[in-house]
């Protein structure tokens, strides 16, 4: 098994690098979105609210498949790197009032939607879902299976921290189905890890797999990232033949985002200790090489797949989808999403629920649904949501053909899209008749290819 490391983007030159490098400064990516849906949460509005919520929910086709997310907001302890927002728990009473007001919110989500509604994919997403006692969990999965209509093929995902993981949980995932599972790793170098408080071996990593496929769950994914501090190049090389040497089905890499006026946690790591874009730009291509030199396929903007893994072949056959979740093989149109800050997609828009666990706990005891932002989608946000998501899939987008599709003209679109033809310019895009391609070498800007389609964006940082 080729492990990559001789093929590094740490053996290429400074002159290899430094277009990428220049790229990535012009085209800063730190203030625009990751386009795993559109319009973007920050064009949310309160108009859009629980009684939305309601109609929509109550519309939805009873025929048609949909997918179900479950936030679970708790950790043991504080990753300083991280950028979601979570309660650092000791005690399970917290866990436990927040498990209350999941199962009721399921019981009052069914009441409201089509009878017999049919479940294709379920995850649990965090936060820590596996923070849960295995019993809870499992009486949690048998609330789902009660209120929904689960699909025998149906998808059942879990977010899993190795460090805390135990051989219990793991007969609980069993024992409740679970497919598929994704491992947070970020690095295994312990300089790195210490810097962003997440110490976590090797040992525990492979013994969490070892339980995991010892009761039959051998779908596995891995996080990874880059531009953590006192990370380098060569770290990131380890990191990723390491995971490589595990064989997970598929990975996420992704840059560490540090904006500490947003994320307080983020302000104990050490500025002075982060890797700039150069060094950013040398530690992605450098995974990116080691992984693909390793066996896996790259998959749109930062995630590697097996040849046989449903990411990759829905690649190939041009049906890889991007959801609020991330990448996915997942062609549901609706997306019910339970828990604090959870995202939803259905019929005519998203909506997002209270994010603060106080006040969306509170909602649901008073018998209400959680939702209290959205957006109802315009025609115009389908054809625009429609080429971004190629764009983020594929790296290309037939814009004439989508808005051909959808009654437009393609015109209108491409010629609204004025940074369009900078990024042309500057080699990063082709456009020719409707067809725009990003340049495979330009994929790490993609983003900012997707942000010319985006109506709603600030470009006053772009």
């Known amino acids: 098994m080729a492990h990559g490391g001789k093929t590094c983007a740490g053996t290429r030159s400074i002159e290899s690098i430094a277009p990428l490098t220049s790229t990535l400064a012009k085209y800063c990516e730190a203030h625009l979105p990751w386009y795993t849906i559109y319009p973007t949460v920050p064009d949310f509005s309160a108009a859009v609210g629980a009684e939305a919520c309601k109609e929509w929910l109550s519309s939805l086709p009873a025929s048609d498949p949909v997918s ?35 199962r009721e919110e399921i019981r009052l989500v069914a009441a409201h939607a089509p009878q017999a509604l049919s479940v294709s994919d379920v995850h649990f997403g965090g936060g820590t879902p596996t923070i849960i006692k295995p019993e809870d969990f499992l009486a949690l999965m048998d609330l789902l299976r009660r209120c929904f209509t689960f699909r025998k093929t149906a998808t059942i995902a879990v977010e899993i921290e190795p460090r805390t993981f135990t051989a219990e949980m793991a007969e609980a995932l069993g024992a409740a189905e679970v497919s598929r599972v994704s491992l947070g790793v970020q690095s295994f170098d312990p300089i790195v890890q210490n810097a962003i408080n997440r110490v976590q071996s090797e040992a525990q990593t492979t013994a969490a797999i070892e339980n995991l496929r010892r009761i039959g769950i051998s779908r596995i994914n891995f996080d990874l990232m880059y531009g953590l501090p006192h990370q380098t190049v060569q770290s990131c090389v380890q990191s990723a033949t390491a995971a490589v040497a595990m064989r997970p089905d598929r990975l996420a890499v992704f840059g560490y985002a540090h904006v500490p006026s947003y994320r307080k946690n983020q302000r104990l790591i050490d500025e002075k200790a982060l890797p700039d874009i150069a060094a950013r730009a040398e530690q992605a291509m450098a995974v990116a090489d080691t992984l693909i030199a390793g066996g896996y396929r790259q998959i749109g903007l930062d995630h590697f797949a097996l040849p046989d893994d449903e990411l990759a072949l829905a690649q190939k056959a041009g049906r890889l989808r991007r959801n609020s979740l991330g990448y996915s093989a997942d062609t549901c149109q609706t997306l019910i999403g339970f828990g604090a800050s959870a995202i939803g997609r259905l019929g005519d828009g998203y909506v997002l629920n209270e994010p603060a666990q106080s006040s969306y706990t509170r ?64 080699g990063i895009v082709e456009v020719d008749k409707g067809f725009v391609r990003v340049r495979q070498e330009h994929r790490f800007v993609l983003r900012a290819v997707a942000a010319a389609f985006d109506a709603y964006l600030d470009r006053s940082h772009y």
């Open 363 to 426: 909602r649901i005891a008073a018998g209400h649904l959680a939702t209290t932002r959205g957006c109802r989608l315009t025609d115009e946000d389908r054809v625009r949501a429609a080429i971004i998501e190629r764009l983020m899939c594929d790296l290309e987008a037939d814009v004439s053909s989508i808005c051909s599709d959808h009654g437009f003209d393609a015109t209108r679109f491409l010629d609204s899209a004025q940074r369009l033809s900078v990024l042309a310019e500057d």
């Open 68 to 102: 179900l997310y479950l936030h679970i907001p708790f950790c043991r302890s504080m990753c300083w790197y991280c950028g979601f927002p979570t309660s650092i728990t000791r005690r399970d009473a917290s866990i436990l009032d927040y498990l209350t007001s999941l």
